[in-house]
């Protein structure tokens, strides 16, 4: 079992920049492919974006290509999301996700998913 903890949420101004985190505990994090996702208020989740195990193979929703980038660090356990040229229609929750199964393909489906952060709100001001 992992545990997920985001971080680096916030407040910020259209055009802004911000850098989420997302730490894992335990000893395998580079046995679980991940992925993020946001929620704003009334809507329905939806996928940002996702990496394989090694950090060879990512996946963005359009929605975000070419603003927002996945990467992570297997030796430090932890995920990020560097999300650039901010827009209000990103404000939303952002949450972290882990995944186990071998039958993760490009990660863009929640339910592909084992674990979850609390997540981290990210709000961006007009």
């Known amino acids: 079992q992992v545990q997920l903890v985001e971080s680096g949420g916030g407040l910020v101004q259209a055009g802004g920049s911000l850098r989420l985190s997302c730490a894992a505990s335990g000893r395998t994090f580079s046995s679980y492919a991940m992925g993020w996702f946001r929620q704003a208020p009334g809507k329905e989740r939806e996928f940002v974006a996702s990496?394989?195990?090694?950090?060879?193979?990512?996946n963005h929703a359009d929605s975000v290509k070419g603003r927002f980038t996945i990467s992570r660090d297997n030796a430090k356990n932890t995920m990020y999301l560097q999300m650039n040229s901010l827009k209000p229609e990103d404000t939303a929750v952002y949450s972290c996700?882990?995944?186990?199964?071998?039958?993760?393909?490009?990660?863009?489906?929640?339910?592909?998913?084992?674990?979850w952060g609390q997540g981290t709100q990210v709000t961006v001001s007009s």
């Open positions: 990496i394989s195990r090694s950090g060879i193979t990512t």
């Open positions: 996700a882990a995944s186990r199964r071998s039958t993760w393909y490009r990660g863009t489906q929640a339910n592909e998913y084992d674990y």
